[in-house]
């Protein structure tokens, strides 16, 4: 798997936009661009994944470059239950029967605060 | 949809004895199930994965004799840790996903986590 690189942490103020930046300069053209948060004490939760064109949830949107060598994760009105690690991980996409394992970087601490 | 129980949240035992923890996907058919383990302020570290009905694969450096893993049906997993010690006091957390024709599979779904304290 590719890796990935993400700021240790940022902040954001409660209502605002939170944009999480991500690097992964070395993906490969089957990789797909996962994001996933963990809340304190909790188990991660899946938010949104993309391969190339922009991708929007009702969590988030993710907007790859066109290059795919980075991403941005939106979060567009970050409320302080957004308090959570992000993580940016990259991998193949499943096939039929199968399932990628995923490799846990130290993602990103967003705080928003109030 | 898609959720996934653990259990026990929390346990605490003696060093030297087992500790079996429960991995139920609640609403759908978990082919794959996966086991991992955090320690504080550190990133999820993938132990195995399990596919129903067959033996587990461990990651490097993961004890295979002392991490049992089970998966003997389409929604339960088991993790025993054997022989508990103070280190391996963690928290241990499952994921699942399931396999459907026609369409690739990206998301895994996790557990609430189980706090393991070894004493």
């Known amino acids: 798997d590719a890796k990935t690189t993400q700021p240790p942490s940022m902040d954001c103020a409660e209502g605002r936009a939170a944009n999480l930046p991500c690097n992964h300069s070395t993906i490969s053209g089957n990789e797909y661009v996962y994001w996933y948060r963990q809340i304190h004490s909790q188990g991660p939760q899946y938010i949104i994944h993309g391969l190339k064109n922009n991708e929007t949830n009702e969590m988030a949107s993710l907007i790859i470059t066109e290059d795919r060598k980075s991403s941005t994760l939106i979060l567009p009105h970050a409320t302080l239950r957004d308090t959570a690690v992000y993580y940016c991980i990259v991998k193949e996409g499943a096939t039929h029967g199968a399932n990628s394992k995923l490799t846990f970087g130290k993602g990103i601490t967003l705080s928003v605060r109030p | 949809g898609a959720v996934v129980s653990q259990h026990p949240s929390r346990v605490i035992c003696k060093s030297g004895t087992s500790v079996k923890i429960e991995c139920r996907s609640l609403?759908?058919?978990?082919?794959?199930m996966f086991w991992y383990r955090q320690f504080p302020k550190k990133s999820l570290m993938l132990m195995a994965t399990?596919?129903?009905?067959?033996?587990?694969?461990?990651e490097q450096g993961v004890e295979k004799d002392k991490f049992l893993i089970n998966h003997a049906s389409l929604t339960l997993s088991t993790l025993t840790v054997t022989s508990a010690h103070p280190e391996d006091s963690s928290f241990y957390i499952c994921s699942a996903s399931f396999a459907t024709s026609g369409r690739a599979i990206h998301e895994q779904y996790f557990g609430p986590g189980t706090r393991l304290t070894v004493t």
């Open positions: 609403d759908f058919q978990a082919t794959t």
């Open positions: 399990s596919n129903e009905g067959s033996k587990a694969t461990y």
